[in-house]
């Protein structure tokens, strides 16, 4: 497969792309910035990706979910996951769970390199944070609202810090979805790579003067 990763082998050299063969990652959520991973990540050589999502596509969906079409309407969010990374790069073994996460977590036994939080609820992403702990596996945390983002490299810090109550949830765009998605992904493949990440530090990311302005928070461990 030189020729299908031919950019990226130039990027990082065969011997780092043939490693990624033997990553298994977790994405939970194949909404919004699930969709994003399954572009971003499903043809970047990983071996196994695990994708977690009980839910199916509503019209409503589909403007920033950009995985699905209007056919797909009705159709669970994880099996089209699966068929079109999988009809992307034949290399990768796509693994779904159409259930619950507090269910998946009862019934996994498989260790993982990285997970994705590509969730829409602080419950959903608390659970993420000690199934994280538990198994001592890095997670990356990623939300979007209006045209703002956070994004962070979870190792040793707690999730804790950015618990709040009475967040209302506001309008959302694509173009947002997909860059909070991408500079996630960013982080994972790079960590998968072997290659330096800024650990434990959120980044909050806003475009929303149409000039992106990035800030970052140092997350005290526990």
Known sequence: MSNYFHRQIQLWGEQTQNSL???KILIIGSGGLGS???YALGASGIGEIQVVDFDTVSLHNIHRQILFTLNDEGKFKADIFKSVVQSRYDGVEVITHK???SEFVSKNSTKFDLIFDATDN???RSCIDKFAKNTNTPWIYASTQAFHSQVCFFDKASFKPLLKDGINPEGLAAPIVMF???????????YLANLDVKKD????????????KVSKFSLQKP
């Not at 909070?180 to 790079?190: E, H, P, T, V």
């Not at 530090?201 to 992106?212: A, K």
């Open 201 to 212: 530090t959120l980044y909050y990311l806003d475009i929303s003067s149409g000039e992106l």
């Open 180 to 190: 909070a998605a991408s500079f996630s992904a960013n982080l994972g493949l790079r």
């Open 122 to 124: 602080l419950e959903t």
């Open 36 to 38: 994003s991973f399954a």
């Open 99 to 101: 259930m619950k996460f």
């Open 21 to 23: 063969k033997h990553k």
